[in-house]
């Protein structure tokens, strides 16, 4: 099983969604060509946020399980800063992963005046996660958007949140630590230290642990939100 056709264009994808969300071009999604030292270095810094698509499997789902138990028993430290949605909507986890990585940069993005998604974050900052999930439930502006930027001039590329068997999530630096947020998870996941200077080789690190969890599966893809 390789990549779907769609998926090729899919940092210009996300691009153009983010230009619909009125967001200024400054911070753009670049291709992450692979994991290794020579080919992170083809990516543009500063880098703020990192988005993985990844398959979801027998073996993740029951790794997701784990997880879950163990932090529940152990606890973590999540701090109160971070932007946490849950994701009711089936199919949305693109403008989830989305959200997040803009929502916890919010402070370096450049928004336009009218900017459907500052007002959507302006207005569920104080909310809970699930809260903010059934506010996007009921927010067309973001919906109507992410339906138009599925078909602006392509053929094969359905919306950012195409029925298959995929999932985004997004990885971000808040207050030093690097936060795995996947709305179909209860809570953020902490995945220790990070800082500006290590953060892309700190979110491929936890990108390399979910490949490594499915070595038998093809379907993995990073795309880093950096300064243009």
Not at 18 to 41: A, N, R, T
Not at 81 to 109: E, P, W
Not at 141 to 169: C, M, N, W, Y
Request: hydrophobic share 35%; with cysteine.
């Amino acid at each position: 099983k390789t990549l779907p056709k769609w998926l090729k264009c899919f940092n210009a994808l996300v691009n153009s969604f983010l230009k619909q969300l009125g967001i200024h071009p400054d911070w753009q999604f670049v291709d992450v060509y692979g994991m290794e030292p020579e080919l992170l270095s083809m990516v543009p810094r500063p880098v703020c946020a990192v988005l993985l698509l990844f398959p979801i499997t027998e073996k993740y789902e029951t790794f997701r399980t784990e997880e879950e138990e163990r932090i529940k028993a152990k606890g973590q430290d999540v701090k109160s800063s971070v932007y946490f949605m849950k994701q009711t909507i089936n199919n949305a986890c693109g403008t989830i992963g989305l959200i997040h990585a803009i929502a916890n940069n919010r402070d370096k993005m450049n928004f336009e005046t009218n900017s459907s998604l500052k007002k959507f974050l302006e207005d569920s900052l104080s909310m809970t996660p699930e809260e903010r999930a059934k506010y996007l439930e009921t927010y067309e502006a973001i919906r109507v958007t992410h339906e138009s930027s599925a078909h602006e001039g392509q053929t094969e590329a359905p919306s950012i949140d195409e029925k298959v068997d995929l999932h985004f999530i997004a990885l971000v630096n808040v207050g030093g630590h690097l936060y795995e947020l996947d709305g179909r998870k209860p809570f953020p996941i902490n995945h220790g230290e990070t800082s500006d200077d290590s953060f892309l080789e700190d979110a491929i690190e936890v990108c390399k642990k979910f490949m490594e969890r499915d070595p038998e599966e093809l379907r993995f893809n990073a795309i880093a939100l950096s300064a243009a």
